[in-house]
């Protein structure tokens, strides 16, 4: 009986802790700047306000078009590369891929600060210097070590007879890849794409140093000027959090299982 | 062409080439690219810092030489402590807490689900999103320092993310000494686990090496002195609220994790352990924590890599500019696009590295040597 | 006949700017209560180029700290701005001019007639071996104390002269219950304090000549300055590094202290954001033992080399230099116009005060505000700060700064 109190008393105190944020967020957001003040920080607003959101709105039409193109292509791309890496690490095993595959996955891991200098002159080399191509580039190429770890331990569920089976029906390398993995792939897919759209949503270093013309910039780019700048009134940076936190908040929410497989992928094993 | 057993297995080369070739520029290429950088003198001259075709100059271990012992870095060196503490707290309040939730949620209270939805959505978040929650949360006068005023209590005074108090100071000339006696400490536990369990040969080296460090430690280690002056560094307390924000951030994550390994403990082996007559704390403590181990192991090692990458959250929280709340990934971004000082950038991205390396190469090495066996 | 032809010309030349088309893109950190006046004179540039698309990129941040690390990425990058706000002096020579990153603009001075619209000394801090860099649009000074008049004679005390008189002030203050009479904000903020305390301690002189590497700065001298200045903190709020420089003025309005030292853009944030007047609502002095110095900044707007629109920019530069230009932008931003030939009667009481001081001072040029020291300089005193924020001890931060100044080889 007393393990039942303590355990509510434990829940309710971390609930507590998790959605206090939240709530000083959704309050901040709807008062009046006049109306915000360091001590009344916790009150509700007297009067409904919606005019920040309609104003963070509009200032952030453009940076959430910009990251959802961004997002979009880059999480397709590296997707499917994952999954054609996955798919050969798995099933067609090289020589030298035991070698290879961890060299791969040390990438996933590695500080961006240890590549970031000739990483920014390397894309000014080739043309892309401060556009979103640029940005979907080094995204692609640093999502493939999860992408592809996240597929070859899906893959590696796939009985390697059914790959023989496909063999002796006479299909080559892309024909099983095409009639019998890919169909059976859309659970990886999804966890993958999940994945990536929310790191790729959310990253800020790649975005603030290789795109900083304001056309181009990412919502979190924006959104940390926004509110690192002179923002002496709240209301709308945390009706901008909201805004830049919504996309992925919602595929949270109704897609959670497979964000979790996901982040229990990161750590190596699965 | 013979290496390959046939044209399928070539084409699967082929088809992995490209992403082996990209990653081979971006991740080694550029680490390499990086380390070169370091050694040279790159920003030193401003007329060469930001000129279309800079011309630099080979220096050798230089920059190294300045960030360990050279006078005016004193806050990169503050920083490489501020990431220890930052590091050791953030993998404490997170392991305790993701541990204490998934307990709870194990016993499947009522409204399980929404409890876990609950804990684990800040890890959809950026840390930017975070980061200006937080800010809110902990300004100097509001926020959190209002809450007890709610219970009509009186209203909380700490400066949280711009408090200049710092405890547990040491000098950066005893460091050299401490470290020696904390690693053979270390050194010294894994040679007695050794002889525990029987290899022997593992724990002749581990002793030995210890022995031979301890001796290092108390001759020349003592002596080693990297700076002409006593500079004081320590744990500066303004990184609680880094910590606190950083926590809510993840421990959803090591919950997500303790979760999913307690759900695999077969219910066989806690009746049979009930049966036996153990009591509810002795069955977590002598059957499920050993078994949650390696999971302990895993989380320390995913949250280390990101605490000591740890960057835009203190970057939407405190600003650039907040020295207390300022940490090597930080310092590495101003020194080289706001200093100018493109080399030493280059430097502090290396040490990061290595860091980081320490913690994951191991890492990667046991996971998959044990798939191997496996 | 000549007459006619300057018709002409002119003709030619306006139905020239009306073909004028394409984008320009104006990079500054004037956000927020700064806006307002980069946007009139954005809306005179659209006035005469209506068919220009005008892309006003600001990134926000005191004093452009976070500006500056932005624009080195776009300048490295390969996307410079079209035309970007930098602080005249070291901040433009010492950083892209001698990085080969600008374009010369002497014939658009002689073009447009400004050698001698201009001040000499200010021409002298925007060339660099004989060639002019960019167009300065104002001219801010940083040392000055600010304070509410009517608050000061309820506390009965005057706005002290010297920094001797600042402490003995500020005790009074402090019997009187006043916690911090100094109001301080941000880093930055910080760095602004210190140069004001390094002018009043020194004097002109040998302020000056820390610059040209005359004066060391191990120099017991300066040890002095930060001593005082360590002193002149104790009287500063201790929550300083999370207030913006607004909210530490808003501070002294509120008669939470009694003086704030900023540069005068707190003017144009008293009179135009909080609606005070000049004289009244707030008082203004030299922060102390700087009476009859002037420590000048100014922003301006130069050509990188390779930028897209370059007849865009031209035409841009064209403006802002321009009496036209400067008198729609000045009264709003708070500051007194770089040309000389500024209608006053535009101006308030209090720019008008600067503007006969900017005409008798002796002039000396900001540290923090990029005037006199170049960026790689600017940058690491931060670090230097933080020695002595965090340990108050004024012989090491002299030292790290001595350090600093023969790294970057200051004043060579």
Not at chain 1, 163 to 189: H, K, Q, T, W
Not at chain 1, 203 to 210: G, P, R, Y
Not at chain 2, 64 to 76: H, I, K, M, S
Request: with cysteine.
């Amino acid at each position: 009986m007393i393990g039942r109190v303590v355990q509510y008393a434990v829940l309710f105190v971390a609930t507590l802790f998790f959605l206090l944020p939240v709530y000083l967020v959704i309050v901040t957001a709807l008062k009046e700047p006049s109306a915000i003040t360091l001590s009344s920080t916790w009150q509700l607003p007297q009067v409904w306000y919606w005019e920040s959101f309609v104003q963070a709105w509009t200032a952030f039409l453009p940076k959430l078009q910009n990251s959802f193109f961004l997002t979009v292509i880059a999480t397709l791309l590296s997707a499917m590369l994952g999954s054609l890496n996955g798919y050969v690490l798995a099933k067609w095993r090289f020589p030298g891929a035991n070698i290879v595959f961890p060299l791969m996955l040390f990438g996933m891991f590695i500080p961006y600060q240890a590549v970031l200098i000739p990483l920014f002159q390397f894309i000014r080399e080739i043309g892309l210097g401060g556009t979103l191509w640029g940005l979907i580039l080094v995204h692609v190429v640093y999502g493939l070590p999860i992408t592809t770890l996240i597929f070859r331990n899906y893959y590696a569920e796939i009985p390697d007879e059914m790959i023989e089976a496909g063999r002796i029906d006479g299909a080559g390398f892309f024909g099983i890849y095409s009639r019998i993995v890919f169909p059976l792939s859309v659970p990886g897919f999804v966890v993958v794409i999940i994945w990536q759209f929310t790191q790729i949503w959310n990253e800020f270093l790649f975005a603030v140093t290789l795109v900083s013309s304001p056309a181009n910039q990412p919502i979190t780019v924006a959104l940390a000027q926004l509110a690192g700048g002179e923002a002496v009134k709240w209301n709308l940076p945390m009706a901008g959090a909201l805004l830049a936190a919504l996309p992925t908040l919602l595929v949270y929410i109704f897609l959670g299982r497979y964000f979790i497989r996901g982040l229990l992928a990161g750590s190596v094993k699965g | 062409m013979n290496w390959f057993r046939n044209k399928d297995t070539l084409y699967g080369f082929l088809v992995i080439l490209p992403s082996l070739v990209l990653l081979g520029i971006f991740v080694y290429g550029f680490i390499f690219q990086t380390f070169y950088t370091s050694l040279t003198d790159w920003g030193r001259d401003p007329a060469q810092a930001l000129s279309a075709n800079p011309q630099i100059r080979f220096i050798g271990l230089e920059n190294y030489r300045e960030l360990f012992t050279g006078f005016v870095d004193a806050r990169f060196r503050q920083d490489l402590v501020n990431t220890f503490f930052f590091t050791v707290f953030f993998i404490l309040g997170c392991l305790s807490l993701g541990l204490g939730l998934a307990i709870v949620l194990d016993r499947s209270p009522k409204g399980e689900g929404f409890f876990r939805t609950i804990f684990l959505f800040p890890m959809s978040l950026s840390f930017i999103v975070t980061g200006t929650i937080w800010r809110w949360m902990l300004q100097p006068q509001g926020g959190v320092n209002q809450l007890p005023t709610l219970v009509g209590l009186p209203r909380g005074e700490f400066a949280w993310l711009t408090s200049r108090e710092q405890i547990w100071q040491v000098s950066w000339n005893d460091l050299p000494f401490i470290t020696a006696l904390v690693v053979s400490a270390v050194l010294v536990f894994i040679a007695i686990a050794a002889f525990r369990g029987g290899e022997r040969r593992r724990g002749y080296i581990a002793s030995g090496s210890a022995a031979l460090l301890l001796l290092w430690a108390l001759t020349l280690g003592r002596s080693l002195q990297p700076l002409p002056f006593d500079e004081l560094h320590g744990f500066n307390l303004a990184f609680i609220g880094i910590i606190l924000a950083a926590v809510w951030q993840m421990s959803g994550y090591t919950m997500a994790l303790y979760l999913a390994g307690l759900r695999g403990i077969p219910e066989e082996l806690r009746e049979a352990a009930r049966v036996d007559g153990a009591s509810e704390w002795q069955l977590y403590q002598r059957i499920i924590f050993p078994l949650l181990a390696p999971i302990t192991l895993s989380a320390m090692i995913i949250l280390g890599h990101i605490s000591l990458k740890i960057f835009d959250l203190i970057f939407a929280m405190a600003g650039a500019d907040n020295a207390p709340t300022d940490v090597p990934a930080l310092l590495m971004y101003l020194t080289t696009f706001r200093a100018n000082q493109i080399a030493k950038g280059a430097a502090i991205g290396m040490i990061l590295l290595l860091l980081v390396a320490a913690v994951i190469v191991p890492y990667l090495y046991s996971q998959l040597k044990s798939e191997v066996r496996r | 006949m000549r007459k006619l032809f300057f018709a002409l010309v002119t003709a030619a030349l306006g139905s020239l700017a009306l073909a004028q088309s394409g984008k320009l893109e104006i990079f500054s950190w004037w956000a927020g209560d700064e806006g307002p006046a980069l946007q009139a004179l954005i809306d005179l540039y659209k006035k005469r180029y209506p068919n220009v698309e005008v892309i006003n990129a600001t990134v926000t941040g005191g004093s452009g700290v976070n500006a500056r690390a932005v624009l080195k990425t776009r300048m490295l990058g390969g996307d410079p701005p079209d035309s970007f706000q930098v602080h005249a002096g070291q901040e433009l020579t010492g950083t892209w001019v001698v990085a080969d990153r600008m374009e010369d603009l002497t014939p658009l001075f002689n073009q447009e007639g400004w050698m001698n619209r201009f001040p000499k000394g200010l021409i002298d801090l925007i060339s660099y071996k004989g060639k002019i860099y960019s167009v300065p649009v104002n001219i801010h000074r940083s040392n000055v104390m600010w304070y509410v008049p009517a608050k000061l004679r309820e506390w009965g005390v005057q706005p002290p002269k010297t920094w001797a008189e600042f402490l003995t002030v500020c005790q009074t203050l402090k019997s009187k219950g006043l916690e911090a009479p100094l109001a301080l904000g941000e880093n930055w903020t910080q760095q602004h304090l210190w140069e004001s305390v390094a002018l009043g301690v020194l004097g002109a002189n040998d302020y000056s000549n820390l610059w040209n590497g005359k004066l060391r700065f191990n120099d017991p001298k300066v040890v002095a300055v930060w001593n005082t200045f360590g002193r002149v903190l104790d009287c500063a709020n201790k929550d300083a590094s999370g207030l913006s420089w607004q909210q530490a003025v808003d501070r002294v309005l509120e008669g939470q202290a009694a003086f704030n030292i900023m540069g005068d853009w707190a003017a144009g944030y008293m009179t135009t954001t909080k609606g005070l007047k000049p004289g009244e609502g707030f008082g203004w002095a030299p922060s102390p033992g700087t009476a009859g110095v002037f420590m000048m900044l100014s922003d301006s707007f130069g050509l990188p080399k390779g930028v897209k629109n370059r007849t865009n920019v031209l035409n841009w530069l064209r403006l802002v230099g321009s009496k036209e230009g400067q008198d729609a932008f000045n009264p709003l931003k708070g500051s007194i116009a770089a040309r000389t030939d500024s209608d006053p009667s535009k101006y308030n009481a209090y720019l008008q005060s600067a503007m006969r001081d900017w005409k008798s001072n002796r002039i000396v040029g900001s540290l923090v505000h990029g005037a006199v020291a170049p960026e790689s300089f600017m940058s690491q005193f931060g670090t230097v700060m933080e020695i002595y924020l965090s340990s108050r001890n004024a012989q090491a931060a002299a030292n790290a700064a001595q350090a600093i100044a023969t790294q970057v080889r200051l004043g060579q």
